[in-house]
């Protein structure tokens, strides 16, 4: 199941991709999403984040994502996919993520690059973030650093595809702001934003007939 999975993957991943379509169906406010084109962008810090996927104890395949310690900052608490800022010892984008997956998580496994998704413009922390995926043949040891990760969660990739996955609430992400978003409802866990936005790209992609 999980090898057939990640075969398909690969294919559909060499075909235009659904892009910020996809992505905007889960953003909380298209206007204030950056376009890669727009000269704005080009000020933004690069940046990379890294789907995980890989094989649970039925052989399915699932998604790795992270939950933030609560902090003095923009993303305190929310969850997300192992990664973060381009350093300027990182070969390329593709460098950045794998670095920050393996400090994030205490991965030892390098995981399988396979391809990337649509990168998503982050207005409020000021990042551009590439998105890229790989695999793993088989449920790694984390050790998760607890400065950067409160805990670690899974996402079925079956349970990604479930319409009653998708909700609607309300979040206050600054004192000042507040605002209605759509959401996947994780492990009860709220995931909105920039990694709903990745996710919906990843579910849009897999459930396209080949």
């Not at 391809?115 to 998105?131: A, C």
Request: aromatic share 10%.
């Amino acid at each position: 199941m999980f090898s057939e999975f990640i075969l398909n993957l690969k294919t559909k991943l060499t075909f235009p991709l659904p892009g910020e379509e996809a992505q905007f169906e889960l953003a909380h406010a298209q206007r204030e999403r950056i376009m890669a084109n727009s000269e704005e962008a080009n000020a933004y810090r690069p940046s990379a984040v890294l789907v995980c996927i890989y094989p649970n104890a039925y052989n399915e395949p699932t998604i790795l994502l992270l939950e933030r310690p609560t902090y003095d900052g923009h993303h305190s608490g929310q969850i997300g996919f192992p990664g973060g800022k381009a350093e300027p010892t990182d070969f390329n984008l593709e460098a950045t993520a794998l670095r920050e997956f393996m400090e994030e998580t205490g991965c030892l496994a390098i995981p399988n690059f396979i391809g990337n998704l649509t990168p998503v413009y982050i207005p409020i922390s000021k990042f551009m973030v590439q998105p890229y995926i790989a695999y793993l043949t088989e449920k790694p040891e984390f050790k998760p650093d607890e400065r950067e990760v409160y805990q670690l969660i899974e996402l079925n990739m079956k349970d990604l595809l479930n319409p009653e996955l998708l909700k609607e609430t309300t979040v206050t992400p600054t004192p000042t702001l507040r605002f209605k978003t759509p959401y996947f409802d994780v492990n009860e866990k709220i995931v909105w934003g920039a990694t709903a936005m990745i996710l919906n790209e990843l579910k849009v992609l897999i459930s396209k007939v080949n």
